[in-house]
């Protein structure tokens, strides 16, 4: 479509000998104030300014951007390109193929099904570390990787040859953020467009939350679900609102011992403390240039962990080194570089542009830190890393009778196991606190165990049975990987080994860290710690940590010990990890191996040793500490361009494993009916091309009543399928052996896994039940009500007609950007989802699957309202929408039924309509996003 051109902005740029149609922003009054994220958004505007999509006006109210203003006007962006995982991804191309069947099922043709957005996906998400701590373990991970995702490989095999500008790059190569940042991201985009060459901005949407890692190049793009991913494949635009943008200034320079690592916990604790969800935050100030580009993307990473949009650094010198590092050609330097300049992108650290809200970080005061014990905003101070472990771990620990509960406030006490009469007064004190005498030691539970080689030991509550160093926040890090080398060699001089109970891992997140670690000569020194390489993708970060070894793990399970897991990664939620590690930390890789010395989370490095030297001498880590002079040297020394260049020259070629894949060909996909892995889904059944109106829903029943921070990994979990769930039962009855059950996130191909998989994560917390774990509710078609699995009792209610509701609470669906999470709730047949906040992908994805998301009136929960889940729901209002009118509000009425408590009373409120934008009211009414775009192309 041929731009409208309301400003006169269309110009010409010429770098070289070669000229480029730019939009100029400098063309829209108002410009100059702008923050650097704005700027690439108001060039995207005039870029594809149409008259009905893109206005004049919505051009005109960003040049004017109110910095305080609560965000109000809708524009539609419209991304460069696509970047996708495999396990968010294949869900995409399964529905590309199935859209194709839909189309000519309409009467359209197959070949219209197309990526008009250039598309990339990474296979990272597949490598699970089964095998660590030998010289095989990378080789024998990759062929059982082949032998358990073969046939989606073969599948997106397929999908590279049918689809136009989608390109994979196969297994083994990198963890998808790694590689964006060291390949795919131009910085400055090109283009030709009807026969013009044409520059703008890089920018993107991803299948995963942690897209934002690119923000560290100056490249705008965050996460979206994978639903609206596809519609962007499609070109339809993102619709969004003008948000908010919170400025953080950097000041100072990282201290001596101090990690990027640790200067991304603070960051992350900070604002989550100050608020930032749907905000972009965007750095600057004569901080930025101390800032390596390495770190930038670290903590432009955890963006997500935040609660922004996204997280951005201006272009400066510091990302035209990066990409010249990087082996990107001296003719895309030198265009950045140019483009930049030209259109008033390039930072200068003496302007402070307007900004909605204000931090300052000096970086000075950085102290070392880790997070846990389950969210990544739990930031701990290293030094207090035992103190803190002490308190949390009454929580986690079978208590043992003696131990006493205590009120900090009356000092009265009581027993844990008679609690009797005694309430504790909860505005006096967090929680109760258990305490004994002797400290933690009454929640000790010493386990011996026999290892079927070596000798016995003893584990506890807290030993670290996991340390891995893992995950593009910090593998794409070399300062940090470099110190956790240096570390290593360190340690194995002095003697020490890691403690025979620590499942040691190393997933690099692109093979330019093994071949720098093979330069500096430090491989060896980490194998002998047993830090083999597992695998280049992301394992331990996303529960892909493979099983511990047995008898541990049977250790573990049968005294209930809560055993830890130490992460180089972004993530610890609760059950993500490991089924069998209860509390999981987040640190930066040389801690990770620190902790695999020590063993234990009870363990304080100041005071405690992590073992003997040859003569005898206690070593603390303070002895094997590297010196951040020699870290700098040895980067200076390991890491140059022609690494980037051979490890990303064939980078979508793939080994020989890849290349000699059976690939199905056509311009539909041949589904193969026994495949356990990819099938064909039922969203487009009985689809017409009129639309079926909205309907109002009545008669509903609650299928769960969940509390406050469910993440995405509660809704729809990536990790272990348990043989006894509904889903390990479906694998089964199709003849799966259950060591080739794989993880959900492998088996997103296939919906009838998926379904089933729905709010079956094993720490999920049904407040229909008491005192009940995992994927449990009420089945109230039966006449007592009584414990079923949620999808059993989902199947009922859909053979009988009824709809379901599902009740949350604060940040529901915080988390991966995870569309099984709406694709799942939508299957199990859930049409409204009321709660007292959500996080902004899903909620958007809910829409997107056509599922609407309310919230209860501010200040208003479903306890408050005294909901207890047993009631039967009627909503009414949403009927409005087939008047091309978005309700603001809607009525909702919850009448006892007879599962509810005698003398319950009905209760009715008005919940508030989260389809925030026009955009969303279509997809709403069309039933969903890709039935739009569906009914759009034919």
Request: glycine share 10%; with cysteine; hydrophobic share 35%.
């Amino acid at each position: 479509m041929s731009t409208v051109n309301s400003f006169g902005a269309k110009s010409t740029l010429t770098v070289g000998s070669t000229d480029y149609e730019i939009f100029r922003i400098d063309a829209v009054e108002g410009y100059q104030k702008l923050p650097f994220s704005l700027k690439v958004l108001l060039e995207n505007l005039l870029r594809t300014e149409d008259g009905a999509n893109v206005t004049k006006e919505q051009i005109g109210v960003l040049g004017a951007w109110d910095p305080t203003a609560e965000p109000s006007t809708e524009i539609q962006f419209t991304p460069a390109r696509v970047v996708m995982q495999d396990f968010t991804g294949v869900p995409c191309i399964v529905d590309l193929a199935t859209m194709r069947e839909a189309i000519v099922a309409l009467g359209g043709d197959p070949r219209k099904v197309n990526p008009l957005s250039p598309a990339e996906l990474v296979i990272d998400h597949s490598v699970i570390a089964d095998l660590f701590g030998r010289p095989d373990a990378f080789e024998r991970n990759v062929e059982l990787e082949y032998e358990r995702n073969g046939e989606r490989y073969q599948f997106l095999r397929w999908g590279q040859t049918a689809f136009q500008d989608f390109k994979v790059v196969p297994p083994g190569t990198g963890i998808v953020h790694q590689v964006n940042i060291e390949h795919l991201a131009r910085v400055t985009y090109t283009r030709d467009v009807d026969g013009v060459l044409r520059a703008y901005p890089d920018t993107l949407v991803g299948t995963d939350s942690h897209t934002t890692m690119v923000n560290g190049l100056g490249v705008l793009g965050w996460g979206v679900g994978g639903i609206e991913a596809e519609a962007a494949m499609l070109g339809q635009p993102v619709s969004m609102l003008i948000p908010k943008v919170v400025g953080f200034k950097l000041s100072g320079a990282i201290p001596t011992g101090v990690t990027a690592t640790d200067v991304v916990l603070t960051i992350t604790d900070m604002l989550r403390q100050h608020g930032v969800v749907g905000k972009f935050v965007e750095f600057y100030g004569e901080g930025v240039a101390e800032v390596p580009l390495a770190n930038r993307a670290t903590i432009g990473n955890m963006s997500p962990e935040f609660g922004s949009t996204a997280a951005i650094f201006p272009i400066d010198d510091v990302t035209l080194e990066y990409l010249r590092l990087t082996g990107r050609s001296e003719e895309q330097v030198r265009l950045v570089e140019a483009y930049s300049k030209e259109q008033h992108l390039w930072h200068d650290p003496s302007a402070e542009p307007v900004f909605s809200e204000y931090l300052e970080l000096d970086l000075s005061t950085v102290v070392p830190s880790i997070a846990g014990p389950k969210r990544p905003q739990d930031r701990i101070e290293l030094s207090h890393a035992k103190e803190q472990f002490q308190k949390d771990i009454v929580n986690y620990a079978s208590p043992s009778a003696s131990t006493s509960i205590v009120d900090l406030e009356s000092k009265a006490s009581f027993p844990a196991s008679d609690p009797g009469n005694y309430s504790v007064d909860e505005d006096k004190v967090d929680a109760p606190v258990l305490i004994s005498s002797g400290g933690p030691e009454d929640v000790s539970n010493p386990v011996t165990v026999t290892p079927a080689e070596g000798e016995p030991f003893v584990i506890d509550n807290g030993a670290v049975t996991i340390a891995a160093i893992t995950s593009c926040t910090n593998t794409s890090n070399p300062s940090v990987m470099l110190a956790a080398g240096l570390l290593a060699r360190n340690a194995a001089k002095k003697g020490l080994k890691a403690k025979p109970w620590v499942k040691t891992t190393l997933a690099p997140g692109s093979k330019v860290v093994t071949d720098y670690y093979e330069k500096a000569g430090l491989t060896s020194d980490l194998e002998a710690l047993g830090f083999y390489t597992v695998g280049y993708g992301c394992t331990t970060c996303i529960g892909n940590s493979g099983p511990l070894p047995e008898e541990i793990s049977e250790a573990v399970n049968e005294h209930d010990l809560a055993v830890t897991a130490v992460l180089s990664g972004n993530r610890n939620f609760e059950g993500r990890i490991n089924p069998d590690v209860k509390m999981n930390y987040l640190a930066s890789p040389p801690l990770v191996i620190a902790y695999a010395l020590a063993g234990s989370m009870n363990f304080d490095f100041e005071t405690d040793a992590l073992g003997k030297d040859s003569e005898g001498n206690d070593v603390f880590l303070k002895d094997i500490w590297p010196d951040a002079a020699e870290v700098q040297k040895t980067i200076d020394e390991s890491i140059d361009t022609e690494m980037f260049n051979k490890q990303y020259g064939s980078v979508f070629d793939g080994d020989e494993r890849w290349q000699n894949l059976p690939t199905p060909t056509g311009d539909t996909f041949e589904w193969d009916q026994e495949s356990t892995y990819v099938r064909k889904p039922p969203y487009f059944e009985g689809m017409t091309l009129e639309l079926t109106p909205v309907q109002d829903i009545t008669g509903a029943r609650v299928l769960a009543k969940l509390g406050d921070s469910v993440t995405t990994d509660h809704i729809s979990p990536a990790g272990a399928i348990k043989a006894d769930s509904p889903a390990g039962k479906y694998l089964t009855e199709h003849g799966v052996d259950r060591k080739d059950f794989n993880s959900y996130g492998s088996r997103r191909g296939n919906h009838e896994v998926m379904i089933r998989g729905t709010f079956a994560n094993i720490r999920l917390k049904n407040q229909l039940l008491d005192g009940v774990e995992g994927g449990y509710t009420r089945d109230f078609t039966q006449p007592e009500g009584p414990q079923s699995f949620i999808y059993d009792a989902s199947m009922n209610y859909q053979e009988r007609g009824i709809p379901l509701v599902v009740l949350g609470g604060k940040e529901y669906g915080s988390g991966s950007s995870r569309d099984w999470a709406a694709k799942g709730t939508n299957l199990l047949g859930v049409k409204a989802v009321i709660t007292e906040s959500f996080e902004r992908i899903h909620r958007s994805n809910l829409i997107g699957m056509g599922v609407v998301p309310l919230q209860f009136p501010a200040g208003e929960s479903a306890d408050s309202l005294g909901l207890d889940g047993t009631e039967v729901f009627s909503i009414t209002g949403l009927e409005k929408l087939n008047e091309g009118v978005t309700p603001k509000t809607v009525r909702v009425v919850a009448e006892p039924s007879e599962h509810s408590p005698e003398g319950k009373q009905t209760v009715e409120f008005d919940a508030i309509v989260r389809i925030d934008t026009p955009g969303e009211a279509d997809y709403y009414r069309n039933g969903g996003i890709l039935q739009y775009v569906l009914r759009g192309l034919v």
